[in-house]
């Protein structure tokens, strides 16, 4: 894959005060700010153009990131104004910005050791989602993964999302029909979940998943944050 998505427009009321003057992907964490390591990685699977939602004291990224030529990568950034459009309208801004191929998208709030590579150039179906061990913080998880690689709403035992997938744009083809009764789908632009997307493709068997069974962490709170920043350090420092 050649394009990828990084969600980082959200305001991080959960881990204030640090985003009061920071946004929450630009927080440093093992020595560098938490989105850095997801150009990395996107640089080493051999991604070459990303687009970075923005909102929250969006003329940070630019700052800090630059033109993204530092990893071998272009980067575009999409504003969504003064009040992020949640992941599901984010996409819907970012599309144009995308081309037409399959493309990664990662949430720019979590940290995960998984190989970008190993992801599905071509996914199967509508998307194919990253899956992790459910952790303390989210114990009941979000979907299950059956035998033959689909996910399901309903069922057990389920796995938690991990914030990384790999997507097809005819994901959002009909999602003024399936978000017609949300208010916030009228807005321009307009503003939805994409989970809500992803359970109507699950209902149809469009979404596909793996299991990734290596290290994850949801960087919501400042706690977390600490943990994780602790664990980056002691690993780094054993080489």
Known sequence: MRHALIFAAG??????????HTPKPLLPVGGKPLIIWHLEKLA??????VVINTSHLAEQFP??????????????????????????????????????????AVSGDI??????????AEPSRLAHLLLVDNPP???????????QG????????????????VFRHDLLANWQTLMGGTTN????PPRFKLVELLRAA??????????HHGAWTDVGTPDRLQVLDAQLRRRLKSG
């Open 150 to 165: 689909r996910l399901h709403e309903t069922g057990a035992p389920k796995l938690t999302f991990s914030g990384i997938g």
């Open 11 to 20: 305001h991080g009321e959960r881990m204030r005060p640090l985003t009061e």
């Open 44 to 49: 080493a699977a051999g991604v070459h153009y």
């Open 137 to 147: 913080h989210h114990p009941h998880g979000d979907f299950v993964l059956d035998s």
């Open 111 to 120: 940290w995960c050791d998984a190989d970008f590579a190993a992801l599905p």
């Open 63 to 104: 700052d800090i990131l630059g033109d993204g030529s530092r990893w071998g990568m272009r980067i575009r950034y999409a504003y969504e104004g003064s009040k992020p459009l949640e992941t599901g309208g984010g996409m819907l801004n970012a599309l144009p910005l995308l081309g037409s191929e399959p493309f990664i």
């Open 185 to 188: 789908a009228f807005r321009k």
């Open 202 to 211: 699950m209902a149809r068997n469009e979404i596909s998943g793996s299991h």
